[in-house]
């Protein structure tokens, strides 16, 4: 029996290894010199004005909204096509999370539903802000997006967690047009795209949200305070009740070079994804992954869906059989409102949103990471062809 490929994978090389030790000689372990070079690195590599390394993309969006002033009686419009974090932030800062349905081929916010959405809660609360998801590495629609946070004035916290490096009519996911107020968050977390092990960046082209959201990251510390990092006072001021959100500088030496390899990683997973697709394209009990022409996506994931109408048990045996193939796989994701705090919080059922409730049984992850062999690929493409043949009506 050949060893069992795991769903995902960490890319690391003696390159970052090599980071970490140093960081370890020096003996400055906690926000330092690589912090400030991988928020220096990172805004450049995306074209954004101020980047903030963190501890999560979860406290990247919790800042963020911290920042805009979203608090109680507002509204945050969230797909409910995503992961936990994109709405409990919502919680944290005491507004309440509007699910969305998705676009039936992205996976992604679908603009139509999210004008209908903020239509139909006026009655709940201030429609303040929209956390559109980047599914997979594939940008939402955005000028949809664009246009709808101009007409009813929303800010928008993207969650890019699955986004770097991806692009969108060619600029880099991360930068926002000038006249929309909002932030991009990015995650490092283990599975992610590159990795610090848990980690997270913001980016903003808003000089004050930037500086609200450095000061928030540390303890509500003065902008000197931060300062005696570049040794600087001991004096500090208190000027707001902060969170604890900073990144180590053993972590964002291995992000940064994690940074320097991002292009070189995802042109991997590209050239996986795509042997996979060539692969599947006769395969008529499934579907593969969609990325529209004017977007670059990360290829964080790639999403193979069982044809319409299979059932989820369908769905449950597929992962079965891979699994049994000693093929790793996951399942991206159970949408938030099956969730039970979201059904019993707020009074959501299944089939109040549709979309998302069929793609979620029909959708499993396969692996596709960038140290992935060649022989690796093909075993999982061998295991998938396999599974057909049983799935086959
Ligand atoms: C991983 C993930 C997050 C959270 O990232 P952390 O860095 O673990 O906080 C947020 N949103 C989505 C869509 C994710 O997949």
Redesign the pocket.
């Given at each position: 029996m050949p060893e069992r490929i795991p769903f995902a994978l960490p890319d690391i090389t003696d390159a970052e290894v090599d980071a970490v030790t140093a960081v370890l000689r020096s003996r400055w372990l906690t926000s330092g010199a690589e912090c400030q070079a991988f928020e220096r690195e990172f805004a450049a590599a995306i074209g954004a004005e101020h980047a903030l390394a963190l501890?999560?993309?979860?406290?990247?969006?919790h800042l963020s909204l911290e920042a805009l002033g979203v608090g109680r009686g507002d509204l945050v419009f969230v797909p409910t096509y995503?992961?936990?974090?994109?709405a409990e932030v919502v919680r944290y800062v005491g507004a309440r999370p509007i699910l969305v349905d998705v676009d039936p081929v992205t996976h992604n916010l679908d603009p139509d539903a999210l004008r209908l959405a903020i239509e139909v809660s006026r009655h709940l609360g201030v429609a303040k802000a929209v956390i559109p998801?980047h599914?997979a590495g594939v940008a939402c629609e955005l000028d949809s997006l664009w246009e709808i946070a101009r007409e009813f004035d929303l800010a928008v916290v993207e969650?890019a967690?699955?986004a770097f490096p991806a692009s969108y009519a060619g600029a880099p996911i991360g930068t926002i047009p000038p006249d929309i107020r909002g932030t991009s968050?990015?995650?490092?977390?283990a599975?992610?795209t590159i990795t610090t092990g848990?980690?997270?960046m913001v980016t903003t082209n808003d000089p004050i949200l930037a500086g609200r959201m450095r000061v928030m990251s540390l303890h509500g510390l003065s902008r000197q305070a931060w300062n005696r990092y570049s040794g600087g006072t001991w004096k500090y001021d208190i000027v707001a009740p902060g969170f604890k959100y900073n990144l180590t500088d053993l972590a964002a030496a291995m992000g940064r070079t994690q940074l320097g390899r991002a292009l070189e990683m995802r042109d991997r997973r590209r050239e996986i994804a795509e042997r996979y697709t060539a692969a599947f394209s006769d395969l008529t009990s499934l579907e593969t992954p969609v990325v529209p022409d004017n977007r670059v996506s990360a290829w964080?994931l790639y999403v193979l869906r069982l044809a319409a109408g299979a059932s989820e048990a369908k769905r449950d045996q597929a992962i079965d059989m891979l699994s049994a193939a000693g093929i790793g796989t996951s399942m991206?994701?159970i949408p938030l409102h099956l969730h039970s705090y979201y059904r019993t919080t707020y009074g959501y059922t299944p089939q109040d949103l549709p979309v998302a409730l069929d793609l979620y049984q029909r959708s499993l992850s396969l692996p596709g990471y960038s140290s992935m062999s060649d022989e690796e690929v093909e075993r999982v493409i061998e295991a998938v062809r396999d599974m057909n043949d049983v799935l086959e009506p």
């Amino acid at each position: 029996m050949p060893e069992r490929i795991p769903f995902a994978l960490p890319d690391i090389t003696d390159a970052e290894v090599d980071a970490v030790t140093a960081v370890l000689r020096s003996r400055w372990l906690t926000s330092g010199a690589e912090c400030q070079a991988f928020e220096r690195e990172f805004a450049a590599a995306i074209g954004a004005e101020h980047a903030l390394a963190l501890n999560s993309c979860t406290a990247a969006l919790h800042l963020s909204l911290e920042a805009l002033g979203v608090g109680r009686g507002d509204l945050v419009f969230v797909p409910t096509y995503t992961f936990a974090a994109s709405a409990e932030v919502v919680r944290y800062v005491g507004a309440r999370p509007i699910l969305v349905d998705v676009d039936p081929v992205t996976h992604n916010l679908d603009p139509d539903a999210l004008r209908l959405a903020i239509e139909v809660s006026r009655h709940l609360g201030v429609a303040k802000a929209v956390i559109p998801v980047h599914f997979a590495g594939v940008a939402c629609e955005l000028d949809s997006l664009w246009e709808i946070a101009r007409e009813f004035d929303l800010a928008v916290v993207e969650d890019a967690a699955h986004a770097f490096p991806a692009s969108y009519a060619g600029a880099p996911i991360g930068t926002i047009p000038p006249d929309i107020r909002g932030t991009s968050c990015f995650s490092f977390y283990a599975t992610k795209t590159i990795t610090t092990g848990e980690g997270g960046m913001v980016t903003t082209n808003d000089p004050i949200l930037a500086g609200r959201m450095r000061v928030m990251s540390l303890h509500g510390l003065s902008r000197q305070a931060w300062n005696r990092y570049s040794g600087g006072t001991w004096k500090y001021d208190i000027v707001a009740p902060g969170f604890k959100y900073n990144l180590t500088d053993l972590a964002a030496a291995m992000g940064r070079t994690q940074l320097g390899r991002a292009l070189e990683m995802r042109d991997r997973r590209r050239e996986i994804a795509e042997r996979y697709t060539a692969a599947f394209s006769d395969l008529t009990s499934l579907e593969t992954p969609v990325v529209p022409d004017n977007r670059v996506s990360a290829w964080h994931l790639y999403v193979l869906r069982l044809a319409a109408g299979a059932s989820e048990a369908k769905r449950d045996q597929a992962i079965d059989m891979l699994s049994a193939a000693g093929i790793g796989t996951s399942m991206h994701f159970i949408p938030l409102h099956l969730h039970s705090y979201y059904r019993t919080t707020y009074g959501y059922t299944p089939q109040d949103l549709p979309v998302a409730l069929d793609l979620y049984q029909r959708s499993l992850s396969l692996p596709g990471y960038s140290s992935m062999s060649d022989e690796e690929v093909e075993r999982v493409i061998e295991a998938v062809r396999d599974m057909n043949d049983v799935l086959e009506p």
